[in-house]
């Protein structure tokens, strides 16, 4: 094994948006929201919480809790679609914010999957040059990517970013292994667009601006299906039963999708670490927030096994293992 997690952060913006916010600007109900999508509130980023700024601020808890500084990082990346900027990357933002001069740094966008696969990247970068530290964000301000007058969708998602400062080391703990997909020819089910083309022959059909679109009934059939699959094959390939799981940590989109995959998989729901209620879906922050909050309430014990899974725009999804 080799690539292990030294120290965990992540920063939620201040403003609360409940569904009784929501009910005043759409035609919904706190009870409606809460028993499809399991979500009470969520975090709305205001001035100077740029996606940046929280990924700065996740990342600079995540080096305290590693007692790591700024310049001993090789290696930054950022998972998220909703960067202020297309570029410079967050990742470059972040980089200098933090003072890590020592650091490359780049983006991934693989929607709510982001940073599965971020995570898959930092463990094989680390394997291959083992005497780096690298810092993984997921960060995302989807407020600024939602059409606040669409009501299957804005209830939906919320602000956030969660960080992971990892290294390489000889001994049986970090990323046991990941099982990763993608399925591009299923992405008019959930996408968004880019700004509108200055090349009028580039410029997309109906393009509605850079909001999320979805259709919901289909994400939610397709997720449950694919991040089960991608579970069973990789504990298959590993020998390990999911009763050796001593924690899963889902991507929190929606707790019915999350009660389904628990059900199929008959994992016991007490190992399942959930807090979709407060912050809904955060996207590719999702997982390091998660991360975050479990590793700080104590439920992540050395030696754990760790079970992580996600689903996203792309379609993309995949599971990871990690003991701890
Ligand atoms: N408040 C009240 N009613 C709403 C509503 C809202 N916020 N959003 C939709 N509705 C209405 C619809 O208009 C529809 O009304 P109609 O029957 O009069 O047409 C009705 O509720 C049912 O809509 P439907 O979309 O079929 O609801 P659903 O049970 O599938 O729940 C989701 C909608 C979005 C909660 C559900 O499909 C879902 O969770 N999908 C997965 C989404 C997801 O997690 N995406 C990210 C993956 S990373």
Redo the contacts with the bound molecule.
């Keep these: 094994m080799g690539a292990v997690v030294l120290g965990t952060g992540s920063c939620l913006p201040g403003k609360v948006l409940t569904n009784h916010d929501l009910e005043k600007i759409?035609?919904?109900?706190d009870e409606?929201?809460r028993s499809?999508?399991g979500i009470s509130t969520r975090r709305i980023s205001g001035k100077g919480e740029e996606t940046y700024k929280l990924a700065e601020t996740a990342a600079r808890r995540a080096l305290v809790a590693s007692q790591v500084s700024a310049d001993e990082i090789d290696l930054i990346i950022v998972a998220t679609m909703s960067s202020h900027m297309i570029m410079p990357s967050c990742a470059c933002f972040v980089q200098n914010e933090l003072g890590a001069a020592n650091a490359f740094a780049y983006d991934i966008n693989a929607a709510?999957s982001g940073f599965l696969f971020a995570l898959d990247s930092g463990e094989k970068y680390l394997c291959a040059e083992r005497d780096k530290k690298i810092l993984l964000i997921g960060a995302e301000t989807l407020s600024s990517r939602t059409d606040w007058k669409d009501?299957?969708t804005c209830?939906?998602f919320g602000d956030g970013a969660g960080a992971v400062v990892m290294e390489y080391r000889d001994d049986n703990c970090g990323v046991v292994a990941s099982n990763l997909f993608s399925d591009g020819s299923l992405w008019k089910l959930?996408y968004m667009h880019n700004a509108p083309s200055y090349n009028p022959d580039l410029e997309q059909p109906d393009n509605p601006g850079a909001h999320i679109l979805?259709e919901?009934?289909e994400?939610?059939k397709y997720?449950v299906k694919a991040m089960e699959g991608a579970i069973r094959e990789l504990l298959d390939r590993q020998n390990i039963e999911l009763s050796a799981i001593d924690l899963m940590i889902p991507?929190q989109?929606?707790i019915?999708?999350l009660n389904k995959l628990v059900s199929r998989l008959g994992i016991d729901q007490e190992k399942v670490f959930i807090n979709v209620q407060k912050y809904g879906?955060t996207s590719a922050a999702s997982i390091p927030i998660a991360l975050d909050e479990a590793n700080r309430e104590g439920r992540l014990k050395r030696d754990n096994l760790l079970l992580i899974c996600s689903?996203?725009g792309g379609f993309t999804w995949g599971a990871s293992l990690l003991r701890w």
């Excluded at 759409?26 to 109900?29: A, L, N, R, V, Y």
Aim: aromatic letters at 10%; one cysteine or more; charged letters at 20%.
């Design positions: 759409i035609d919904t109900s409606w929201i499809r999508t709510c009501r299957n209830i939906l959930l979805m919901g009934r994400v939610f997720a991507h989109a929606n019915r999708i879906n689903f996203g």
